[in-house]
């Protein structure tokens, strides 16, 4: 039986991250990966428009080929974003082989994570992954994730994020500090900031 999914979230920053692909799909899971501000090392013979700007304006490497094994030299993962079952036996083979984390879009079996359903409000990600069985029910609780989080969140965070490191900096005693940091994130406290937020300034 295999294990479970162990979950968390990578900082992906200046690590390089190859694609192979660079069609429609794979867009998405660049934008993605320069928005973590990975090194992007993008493999394929024809590239969108899209990607081809990226190029373009230096935010990501691109490799005008077809994929060979020297293109994983330093990666720290690999996605492959192609329609040829071939080449994605071929990345998913080599990866094994060097120990580089692979996803192999719509191939769970090639697979060594997944891309999951992502709510995003600021600095809060709420992940959603069900494992590759359905996509389709993980697309379906992100929108309702995204009615129950709304976008007002995103700053309320950064609001916390403040208080936060100014209490750390008073140092109170620890039961205590953990009980304010608790009441700081509480839904009473989202409602009191909500009401302010909607009251206009005068």
């Known amino acids: 039986m295999a294990g479970d999914l162990f979950p968390l979230f990578l900082k992906l920053e200046r690590r390089r991250c190859v694609v192979v692909g660079a069609g429609r799909v794979a867009e998405g899971?660049?934008?993605?990966?320069?928005?973590?501000?990975?090194?992007?090392?993008?493999?394929?013979?024809?590239?969108?428009?899209?990607?081809?700007?990226?190029?373009?304006?230096?935010?990501?490497?691109?490799q005008r080929e077809r994929f060979q094994a020297r293109h994983l030299r330093r990666a720290f993962l690999v996605v492959v974003a192609t329609s040829s079952p071939a080449v994605q036996e071929q990345v998913y083979r080599q990866a094994r082989r060097?120990?580089?984390?692979?996803?192999?879009?719509?191939?769970?079996?090639?697979?060594?994570?997944?891309?999951?359903?992502?709510?995003r409000r600021g600095a809060l990600q709420i992940a959603i992954s069900t494992a590759g069985l359905s996509p389709a029910l993980a697309q379906r609780l992100r929108r309702q994730l995204q009615?129950?989080?709304?976008?007002?969140?995103?700053?309320w965070l950064v609001q916390l994020g403040e208080?936060?490191?100014?209490?750390?900096?008073?140092?109170?005693?620890?039961?205590?500090?953990?009980?304010?940091?608790?009441?700081?994130?509480?839904?009473?406290?989202?409602?009191?900031?909500?009401?302010?937020?909607?009251?206009?300034?005068?």
Not at 147 to 155: L, N, S, T, V
Not at 163 to 183: V, Y
């Open 98 to 119: 060097a120990g580089i984390l692979c996803n192999s879009v719509d191939d769970p079996g090639r697979c060594d994570f997944y891309y999951p359903a992502v709510v």
């Open 29 to 62: 899971k660049i934008a993605g990966l320069l928005r973590c501000g990975a090194d992007v090392y993008v493999v394929a013979p024809r590239a969108t428009r899209r990607v081809r700007g990226w190029a373009r304006r230096g935010r990501l490497r691109w």
């Open 147 to 155: 009615r129950q989080f709304g976008p007002e969140y995103a700053e």
């Open 163 to 202: 208080k936060r490191r100014r209490l750390l900096g008073e140092s109170p005693s620890g039961e205590r500090r953990r009980r304010l940091l608790h009441r700081l994130a509480s839904s009473r406290a989202l409602s009191a900031f909500s009401r302010r937020r909607q009251t206009p300034s005068k």
